[in-house]
T-cell receptor, first 114, second 117 residues
Framework: DAGVTQSPTHLIKTRGQQVTLRCSPK?????VSWYQQALGQGPQFIFQ???????QRGNFPDRFSGHQFPNYSSELNVNALLLGDSALYLC?????????????FGPGTRLTVT | AQSVAQPEDQVNVAEGNPLTVKCTYS??????LFWYVQYPNRGLQFLLKYITGDNLVKGSYGFEAEFNKSQTSFHLKKPSALVSDSALYFCAVRDIRGGNYGQNFVFGPGTRLSVLP
């Protein structure tokens, strides 16, 4: 049973460029969330996708956008990159339901903006 | 607003000794609390959660956590530490703002645990 996978592992971009990160959820999960983890900090919630729609959003600017595909995989897009966008980007998956459940995290994509 | 505090940036403990990693929380309504561990260059791994019921929750790798409502704490514990337990530990609370879709977390800043041989 494959867990959450993310690609690429590492990425180096220049200020002002655009980047796309990809995530495949754990088998059986239909909900994908994205987090940003800056160096030395805890993960910060960016947004969540369910049924191909953004359902909840954290305190991130519109430069951060996403998409969910019919197979539940997801993309995170960041436009007009800033130096401060350098971070580990984590994807987490879960399944909807009335029970409170843990999220399963991928290994992350390390983004460096120069 | 919901928040999580981890008052210690770093915890050092000798191998074989008991360990405690502290977490306090502030929430509206019922607290749904989680502990995750992060090894270098890895994502977060789930350890345990408190939803309701017994205040002592048992999780993976011999870890347990004690929920204390009066002190709004959810400390992570292990009776005998291993060198391989050295990692970054995060306490998290479920973010209720998402309503029915709210399976997202507010994380604490993390505590680095070093177990010395």
């Amino acid at each position: 049973d494959a867990g959450v996978t993310q690609s690429p592992t590492h990425l180096i971009k220049t200020r002002g460029q655009q980047v796309t990160l990809r995530c495949s959820p754990k088998s059986g999960h239909d909900t994908v969330s994205w987090y940003q983890q800056a160096l030395g900090q805890g993960p910060q919630f960016i947004f969540q996708y369910y049924e191909e729609e953004e359902r909840q959003r954290g305190n991130f600017p519109d430069r951060f956008s996403g998409h969910q595909f019919p197979n539940y995989s997801s993309e995170l897009n960041v436009n007009a990159l800033l130096l401060g966008d350098s971070a580990l980007y984590l994807c987490a998956s879960s399944s909807q339901g009335v029970l409170v459940k843990e999220q399963y995290f991928g290994p992350g994509t390390r983004l460096t903006v120069t | 607003a919901q928040s999580v505090a981890q008052p210690e940036d770093q915890v050092n403990v000798a191998e074989g000794n008991p360990l405690t990693v502290k977490c306090t929380y502030s929430v509206s309504g019922n607290p749904y609390l989680f502990w995750y561990v992060q090894y270098p260059n890895r994502g977060l791994q789930f350890l345990l959660k408190y939803i309701t019921g017994d205040n002592l929750v048992k999780g993976s790798y011999g870890f347990e956590a004690e929920f204390n409502k009066s002190q709004t704490s959810f400390h992570l514990k292990k009776p005998s530490a291993l060198v391989s337990d050295s990692a970054l530990y995060f306490c998290a609370v479920r973010d209720i703002r998402g309503g029915n879709y709210g399976q997202n977390f507010v994380f604490g800043p993390g505590t680095r645990l070093s177990v010395l041989p």
